[in-house]
Antibody
Framework: QGQLMQSGAEVKKPGSSVKVSCKAS????????ITWVRQAPGEGLEWMGR????????NYAQKYQGRVTITADESTNTAYMELSSLRSEDTAVYYC??????????WGQGTLVTVSS | DIQMTQSPSTLSAYVGDRVTITCRAS??????LAWYQQKPGKAPNLLIY???SLESGVPSRFSGSGSGTEFTLTITSLQPDDFATYYC????????FGQGTKVEIK
């Protein structure tokens, strides 16, 4: 059974950065799109960006342009999402997911990032 | 950007009820629409894609319909395991989610 395993919860200070990892096992990685979405407490799902590991191609939601960087390491089947200049409003659960034909068929378990002074 | 609007935001129903959730797109997305179920503390789970295709392993009481800008998710005979929040998602141009519909026990 394929899965995406994300790194553990983080507590960060305002103004700092966080880097969340997403490792694929039993799931084809490099030829698919890996995408990131976040969910603030009690809120809905907000797309942040995506990467196609095989090509290193990235696209970011306009809201996060300049603050988010998504990378991938094909040798370890791992994708990363780094968010900088953190503020309290960035407190959320961050999910990675694999994209198949547009739909998101495999999801990571989520990583809680708490931004607090 | 394509905006997705779901209704209702909350829905109260009994076990065994037939439930319908609506999703509207701000512009035509053909059938590039998926539905997800999310339970508290868990990642969303894909139910329907291409507006009406049932994901493997998803019970047949879930169905989707629509095209263009109007879509529906229907659950026939609601089961206890179905009380959750449901999201629609367009993938015509990148991705946008609806705000979610919470299905509660009446």
């Amino acid at each position: 059974q394929g899965q995406l395993m994300q790194s553990g919860a983080e507590v960060k200070k305002p103004g700092s950065s966080v880097k969340v990892s997403c490792k694929a096992s039993g799931v084809t990685f490099s030829s698919y799109t890996i995408t990131w979405v976040r969910q603030a407490p009690g809120e809905g799902l907000e797309w942040m960006g995506r990467i196609i590991p095989m090509f290193g191609l990235t696209n970011y939601a306009q809201k996060y342009q300049g603050r988010v960087t998504i990378t991938a390491d094909e040798s370890t089947n791992t994708a990363y999402m780094e968010l900088s200049s953190l503020r309290s409003e960035d407190t959320a659960v961050y999910y990675c997911a694999r994209v198949t034909g547009g739909r998101w068929d495999y999801w990571g378990q989520g990583t809680l990032v708490t931004v607090s002074s | 950007d394509i905006q997705m609007t779901q209704s209702p935001s909350t829905l109260s129903a009994y076990v065994g009820d037939r439930v319908t959730i609506t999703c509207r797109a701000s512009q035509s997305i053909s059938t590039s629409l998926a539905w997800y179920q999310q339970k508290p503390g868990k990642a969303p789970n894909l139910l329907i894609y291409e507006a009406s295709s049932l994901e493997s392993g998803v019970p047949s009481r879930f169905s989707g319909s629509g095209s263009g800008t109007e879509f529906t998710l229907t659950i026939t005979s609601l089961q206890p395991d179905d009380f959750a929040t449901y999201y629609c998602q367009q993938y015509q141009h990148y991705w946008t989610f609806g705000q979610g519909t919470k299905v509660e026990i009446k």
